[in-house]
């Protein structure tokens, strides 16, 4: 049985993660694809058990290395019982971010050493990389305009827009560096023009020859 593909969405908050992955969801299940949808602090109970303790605002503060620790908790339930198990199975696994985040958010924003984040990223998920990741990209101040007007911030929707500033710098030097697996789509044009990249870009993933 063929292997099913691996597609990651990533972004900073407000850039339309949510809508633009039904859409490339809708494009490939169109086209015949079995899609599993997952997310990223998530996708299993125990993750979102983890994911409830990282987004939600405590009176206890979440030290930086635990954050890391905790995503990758999160990361290595969510790999090892939904993301591969279906790729094995010739599904298609569409998740709504993953190391790339923790790279950004935590390594960008936060300053933990990249390195580090790479080594505990090997340790917890291996070769199991995105196939195709796609950034969603806007300015940190169009992106936070547009998540205000959602439900009371997160821990991290907290954040000031000089830690944005940082995690979007570093998701476009990631998809500088990586050429050959990352698609940037500018998120600030009309919600059709990004539609109508999305369904390109499909189209071209299903032809594989995306990059």
């Not at 999160?74 to 569409?94: C, K």
């Not at 500088?176 to 059709?192: A, K, Q």
Request: include cysteine.
């Amino acid at each position: 049985m063929e292997r099913g593909k691996f597609i990651s969405i990533e972004g900073i908050e407000g850039v339309g993660k949510s809508t633009n992955m039904a859409t490339l969801v809708e494009c490939l299940e169109t086209a015949g694809r079995k899609v599993l949808t997952t997310r990223e602090p998530g996708g299993t109970p125990l993750a979102e058990d983890i994911r409830d303790i990282l987004m939600n605002r405590g009176d206890e503060p979440v030290p930086e290395i635990a954050e890391v620790l905790l995503m990758f908790a999160a990361r290595s339930f969510n790999v090892n019982n939904v993301i591969v198990p279906a790729l094995d199975a010739g599904t298609w696994v569409v998740c709504d971010r993953f190391t790339d985040s923790t790279r950004a958010y935590q390594g960008g924003g936060r300053g933990i050493p990249m390195e580090t984040i790479d080594l505990v990223a090997d340790w917890v998920h291996g070769d199991t990389w995105p196939d195709v990741t796609i950034l969603l990209d806007a300015p940190v101040e169009v992106g936070m305009e547009r998540a205000g007007q959602r439900s009371e911030p997160d821990r991290f929707e907290q954040e000031r827009n000089e830690f944005f500033e940082r995690v979007r710098e570093c998701y476009l030097r990631l998809a500088m560096s990586e050429p050959d697996r990352f698609v940037v789509i500018d998120t600030t044009r009309g919600l059709n023009e990004v539609t109508n990249d999305m369904r390109t870009l499909v189209a071209q993933i299903l032809a594989d020859n995306v990059l």
